[in-house]
């Protein structure tokens, strides 16, 4: 299988916090480690998949008005939008159909990144 994306990086400013947020959201705790002596909250992901951290890297600033990459979170989209709030997020985009790709939201995390978050189709 060929994936367009092989590894995503999510900034952080208070790397804990959006530890947090990020495993409540996607009901996944991440796994905390470090590659090159940048801290990283590593996402759960098969071996084959496509995978990816939040970082704490001087050399990233969080924004929401960049590149917006979708999270997946099976089929507990509406479970995972629930949790944004409560673990400091906001809801910037409800849940929207989008068809045969299944249905989707845009939050906000802690850090101020604009993400995604996709169900698939079931």
């Known amino acids: 299988m060929f994936n367009a994306i092989t590894w995503f990086e999510i900034p952080a400013v208070d790397f804990d916090r959006v530890v947090e947020f990020y495993s409540r959201v996607v009901g996944k705790e991440l796994r905390k480690g470090e590659f090159g002596e940048i801290k990283h909250g590593f996402f759960q992901a098969d071996e084959e998949a496509v995978a990816g951290a939040v970082v704490m890297n001087p050399h990233y600033t969080p924004s929401n008005t960049g590149i917006v990459i979708y999270l997946n979170v099976g089929s507990d ?3 995972a939008l629930k949790r944004v709030e409560s ?3 906001k809801i910037l985009l409800p849940r929207t159909d989008i068809g045969e ?5 845009i939050v906000q995390d802690t850090e101020g990144n604009q993400v995604g978050l996709h169900q698939p189709p079931q």
């Open 77 to 79: 989209l509406d479970g």
């Open 101 to 105: 790709q299944g249905v989707m939201a």
């Open 87 to 89: 673990a400091g997020g």
